[in-house]
């Protein structure tokens, strides 16, 4: 028996201008729904539409409890100008007004409520599953304790939410009620990559990563133009990514032509600023020969922020200038030069930490115009990598990965063991997928605290696949 759950303070509906409404029939006794009748109204949710059997799930904003309606042709559908439109229309997870008539379980009234929130084709937005809110420009919304999250129809957990995942959202009063995932994400595997490995992978303007040894790359669903390349050499390929699906490029048949070199003239302000490209300190006194392909550039001077940037050498000759803007940190020691010692030592621990930004930076060369959130996914890598390593550190805390037992497990695209395994604790985002032949492969965004403590995930059992 389906149950139904009411807002507080819901009651029978006194009449309305329309006589139909609000009204019904008796007939030897046995009362009859009259087309328009409902006994109650709550503010809600749409989890799902089973046209085939004209019935909508419903979830109550307050409670988080749901419940079924069906509907017939006497049913009204409203935008929230009060226009018709069609169920087609009214997407899952819509903020609704319902009214219903609960004998009958029947709908009556349907309208997509003014008063909440809708953002389309998200993808400017920063996800914290750990303060659990989800903030838009400069806004930050709650996250809703019954919050409904879809892909395809299907619901799956925040934890399967890609930070390039392009997202549909409903609100109300300042809470996240449904996040539908509107654009996903699917999966890269390179073959007979020898050749590339310690090169670099684009996918689009969105992934820029240094190639390793069997990694499984997490990328936008939809059609991008990746590029590998390594000692001058490169490959191309269209490929139209599918929602959770792997799709495999094999570059076994690529042609490795000669590796080409470009000369780079660099001007710097200040004069001395030190440049590493590819984590290897130049000497720009000179021109600076380099591969043709992609490089990272990072530029760095006592007082200055530090710039860290991707250049791609595709000609002879080029020139890149590069301007640091002096730190924060180093104009309030300007500023507070006459303070006693000891303040001042204060102030400077209290600045300890570095930040980096993007300076004004010009280069006369091709570039990527990764943005800053691109240019840390892209050098996490390195950094992450190395908690695959087993030596000792400081914490020797572990994230451990439990299940599914027997799948292959990639930490941000590196393949770092079979299931169960660990990797060291370091507090920041991370991204894991789980693959194993003849399942789909999945993957997961975990936000890893900084407690000197073990922390372990089991996720459910992968999918098999239709054979």
Known sequence: MLSMVLCAGCSFMKPGTDTQENTQAQVNGIITATPGIYDSEDTAMIVCKDTENAAIQFQNLATGKRYTLNYDGAAKLLDKYDQPVSLGQIEEGSIVTVRFYKPKKLLAYLKISPEGEAYENLSNYVLNTATGTLTIGDTSYGL??????????????????????????????????????????????????????????????????????????????G???????????????????????E????????????????????????????????????????????EYGLHQMTVTADGYDTVAQY??????????????????????????KEQPQGEEQSQEQSNAVSTQTAASTQFSTEQTQASSA????????????????S????????????????????LDGNYIGIAPVDFEKKAGNYVVSLR??????????????????????????LTKLDS
């Open 144 to 221: 809703s304790n019954h919050l409904l999250v879809l892909s395809d129809g299907q619901e799956v957990t925040l934890m399967d939410i890609n930070q390039m995942d392009v997202l549909n959202v409903w609100g109300w009063h300042n809470q996240i009620y449904a996040i539908s995932i509107a654009r996903g994400h699917g999966y890269l595997r390179l073959q007979n990559d020898a050749y590339f490995v310690g090169g670099w992978i684009e996918v689009g303007q969105s992934v820029i990563r240094k190639i390793t040894e069997d990694m499984l790359l997490v990328v936008p669903e």
């Open 374 to 389: 691109q240019s840390s996914s892209a050098e996490q890598p390195e950094t992450q990598s190395s908690a695959t390593q």
């Open 311 to 336: 250049i791609k050498v595709a000609e002879p000759s080029a020139s890149i200038s590069v301007e640091l803007e002096k730190s924060e940190e180093s104009t309030e020691q300007e500023e507070t």
């Open 391 to 410: 030596t000792a550190s400081q914490t020797a805390y572990k994230v451990h990965i439990d299940s599914p037992v027997g799948a292959e497990v990639y």
């Open 223 to 245: 059609r991008s133009t990746v590029v590998v390349s390594h000692n001058g050499s490169s490959a191309t390929q269209e490929i139209d990514f599918v929602r959770n699906q």
């Open 436 to 461: 194993k032949t003849g399942y789909q492969t999945r993957s997961y965004t975990l936000q890893v605290d900084s407690e000197e403590k073990d922390v372990t995930y089991s996720f459910s059992e």
């Open 247 to 290: 799709m495999a490029w094999d570059l076994g048949d690529v042609e490795i032509t000669v590796v080409q070199k470009g000369r780079v003239i660099f001007t710097l302000n200040p004069a001395n600023a030190k440049v590493t490209i590819d984590g290897k300190n130049v000497d720009t006194a000179s021109p600076v020969e380099l």
